[in-house]
């Protein structure tokens, strides 16, 4: 299968952000070098824990609430590990609520207030659900649109802090 296709799915997640206001339009996407590692051990992570879902349930298909929860999931750990790297801090790749919903979320009081009330894992699992996959591997497309749900939930999280880094300098000036 080509790359390509795979492209759509990604751009898919994107306009759909974008659309719904957590990207601007022609804005910096903020990204955090040092966490490339971090999210290709946790995909690996999620890659093994899919395919034991669906081997523990005898199915090909995770269900709706399923998806759901790890569209919720991914963001929330996302916007952690961008936390983690921001206040120097080990990120630990939790498991719970990968499929129940029952997301733990440790990160700084004011980027939990903030991302609680988002509706982007919402947004990202629809944008996915709703786009033609025809020809994709189904599996593979729903890892794409979770990297891309995870990397735009770290640039909120980079966003955020520097937008309040910027307001603490300008109030020490």
Known sequence: ????????????ILNAARENGFL???GEFLTVEELAGV????FLMLIR?????????????LTIDELSSLFAYVFTRGAEAANCYFSGQKFE????????????????????SRLKKSALPETCGAAFLDMDKTGLDPRLALLEALKWTWR?????????????IAGANAKTE
């Not at 299968?1 to 898919?12: D, I, P, Q, R, T």
């Not at 999210?39 to 946790?42: A, P, S, Y």
């Open 93 to 112: 790749m939790d498991k719970m609520g990968m499929f129940d919903g029952k997301i733990p979320f440790y990160a700084d009081d004011r980027i939990i």
């Open 49 to 61: 824990e899919i395919d034991r879902r669906m081997k523990e349930k005898n199915e090909q298909h």
């Open 152 to 164: 735009i939930s770290v640039h909120q999280v980079c966003e955020f802090l520097e937008k309040r």
């Open 39 to 42: 999210e290709k051990d946790f």
């Open 1 to 12: 299968m080509s790359e390509l296709n795979y492209l759509k799915v990604g751009g898919a």
């Open 24 to 26: 601007e339009e022609n």
